[in-house]
């Protein structure tokens, strides 16, 4: 294994949470709005415990919602850098829905964001000291 696909596995990133009825829109199903802040929130988490740099959100790529999120189901969002380079990493992140009284499990949301490493200047640097 190489020193970067080991950063890889140790910085993949999950989180749990509640779909509880704040979140939740006129058909009580988690609003697609929440879904990409937490999406961003755990891929933001990802790419810096990858980097241990400042990074940046600056794009996403395209998100499908293929499975609507019930009120009352627990999801996890799990993020995992899938590509790296000179200044930028891509994370992808995919949303499962689990029924909170069963073992049923499915993905809902998946999609990719990307981040720059910034210095104070918010000015680009090499998201990895090793790589240029």
């Known amino acids: 294994m190489t020193a970067i696909e ?15 009825p704040n979140t939740t829109n006129h058909y009580d199903t988690l609003f697609g709005g929440t879904a990409l802040q937490l999406m961003d929130e755990v891929s ?15 794009s ?4 499908d919602f293929t499975k609507p999120i019930p009120e009352g189901t627990i999801v996890e969002l799990v993020a995992k850098v899938t590509e790296v380079g000179r200044t930028s990493c891509i994370v992808k992140v995919d949303i499962y ?12 949301v998946s999609g990719h964001f990307k981040f720059v490493a910034i210095n104070n200047d918010k000015e680009p640097i090499p998201i990895l000291d090793h790589i240029g």
């Open 6 to 20: 080991d950063l890889i596995e140790k910085s993949e990133t999950k989180i749990f949470k509640a779909v509880f």
């Open 44 to 58: 933001f988490i990802c790419a810096t415990r990858f980097s241990r740099k400042k990074v940046v959100t600056i």
């Open 60 to 63: 996403t790529d395209k998100i």
């Open 97 to 108: 829905k689990e029924d909170m009284y069963s073992y049923d499990r499915e993905l809902a």
